[in-house]
T-cell receptor, first 108, second 116 residues
Framework: GIQVEQSPPDLILQEGANSTLRCNFS?????LQWFHQNPWGQLINLFY???GTKQNGRLSATTVATERYSLLYISSSQTTDSGVYFC??????????FGKGTTLSVSS | EPEVTQTPSHQVTQMGQEVILRCVPI?????FYWYRQILGQKVEFLVS????????KSEIFDDQFSVERPDGSNFTLKIRSTKLEDSAMYFC??????????????FGPGTRLTVT
């Protein structure tokens, strides 16, 4: 099955800094989603992005399907951006395979 | 915007007891999933369900677990004879059928299960 690797595992930033989180996947996918897990443990869906680029406010994501990676960009980070960011991928509607996540800590 | 709901938000049970976790998927979705996340670990797939039967399951989903769609709106996960290691956050997800547009899965807020 697909393997999903995320990097870096941990990221520490000052408020206002920009960051890039990376997700590599081992095979072609039909689904690629980015999530933010909040302090209550809820998975907040950030992007559904099997290919191309999307933007939502300070966040944007790019997936290069042919090279099997996706990037999540966070600009002008805020303390509320802290938490764990997960990438998950699947083929043709099968189970999502999650990466181990990137833990982001933003300090003021 | 339609959303997946789960109840209860937190369940505490004693080892050996049975628990039922409930989910209400988005109304026009036809594929349903359960995932779990042990504290501090990544999210793991348990089972998928379509057309009233299991379509895919992981190694974790053994005879201790079962799923059911008892009516047109609910989707349940039953865990028989709970063990300490079943303590985790359980997420339900749903998606539309493949219609040439999307495979996006929509997640509920989760049920935190604590087995004592």
């Amino acid at each position: 099955g697909i393997q999903v690797e995320q990097s870096p595992p941990d990221l520490i930033l000052q408020e206002g800094a920009n960051s890039t989180l990376r997700c590599n996947f081992s095979d072609s996918v039909n689904n690629l989603q980015w999530f933010h897990q909040n302090p209550w443990g809820q998975l907040i869906n950030l992007f559904y992005i099997p290919s191309g680029t999307k933007q939502n406010g300070r966040l944007s994501a790019t997936t290069v399907a042919t090279e099997r990676y996706s990037l999540l960009y966070i600009s002008s980070s805020q303390t509320t951006d802290s938490g764990v960011y997960f990438c998950a991928a699947s083929q043709a509607g099968t189970a999502l395979i999650f990466g181990k996540g990137t833990t982001l800590s933003v300090s003021s | 915007e339609p959303e997946v709901t789960q109840t209860p938000s937190h369940q505490v049970t004693q080892m050996g007891q049975e628990v039922i976790l409930r989910c209400v998927p988005i109304s026009n979705h036809l594929y349903f999933y359960w995932y779990r996340q042990i504290l501090g670990q990544k999210v793991e797939f348990l089972v998928s369900f379509y057309n009233n039967e299991i379509s895919e399951k992981s190694e974790i989903f053994d005879d201790q677990f079962s799923v059911e769609r008892p009516d047109g709106s609910n989707f349940t996960l039953k865990i028989r004879s709970t063990k300490l290691e079943d303590s985790a956050m359980y997420f339900c997800a749903s998606r539309l059928p493949r219609d040439g547009k999307t495979y996006e899965q929509y997640f509920g807020p989760g049920t935190r299960l604590t087995v004592t």
